[in-house]
């Protein structure tokens, strides 16, 4: 209760924003288990997609404000940049070392998990007239 006066809000609040969290966890970690399931040849689980997902995400951006953070006041607005390129490339090595493949691999898995994850949006969109995001075109408006 404390942790949740000290926020200012709910402790229902709270609990609703945590279990919201892991439902888009679940869900973000499904095109990554597609993708390594095709590019490992079967050897992916769902596990190892959720964790490669959970920890590129928390090393992407750790990795983007650290650089950003550090060089920005040396180098200036490109250190944006500079972090965004190495951030992806911790991104990669996340994948590498979770679906114990080549560079190549995990560029591919990457590739392949975007591709998987707008065709399954463009499945739902068509299905049930929903997008994820929201704002991604519909069937209707193509």
Same mark, same amino acid.
């Given at each position: 209760m404390a942790v949740?006066?000290?926020l200012g809000v709910a402790l229902p609040d709270l609990v609703v924003l945590l279990v919201a969290l892991i439902i888009l966890w679940i869900i973000a970690s499904i095109p990554a288990y597609i993708?390594?399931?095709i590019v490992t040849r079967g050897r992916a689980s769902f596990g190892a997609a959720m964790?490669?997902?959970?920890?590129?995400?928390?090393?992407?951006?750790?990795?983007? @404000?650290?650089?950003?953070f550090f060089l920005g006041s040396l180098i *200036? +607005?490109?250190?944006?940049?500079?972090g965004i390129v190495l951030g992806f490339i911790a991104f990669l090595a996340v994948y590498r070392s979770v679906f114990d493949t080549s560079w190549f691999g995990a560029f591919a898995i990457a590739v392949v998990a975007v591709i998987v994850a707008i065709v399954l949006g463009a499945i739902l969109?068509?299905? @049930?007239?929903i997008a994820v995001p929201p704002n991604?075109?519909? *069937? +209707?408006?193509i």
């Open positions: 949740a006066s000290i993708a390594g399931k964790g490669a997902t959970l920890g590129g995400v928390i090393v992407y951006v750790f990795v983007v @404000f650290a650089v950003t *200036g +607005a490109s250190a944006s940049i500079w969109s068509s299905l @049930f007239g991604l075109p519909t *069937g +209707a408006m």
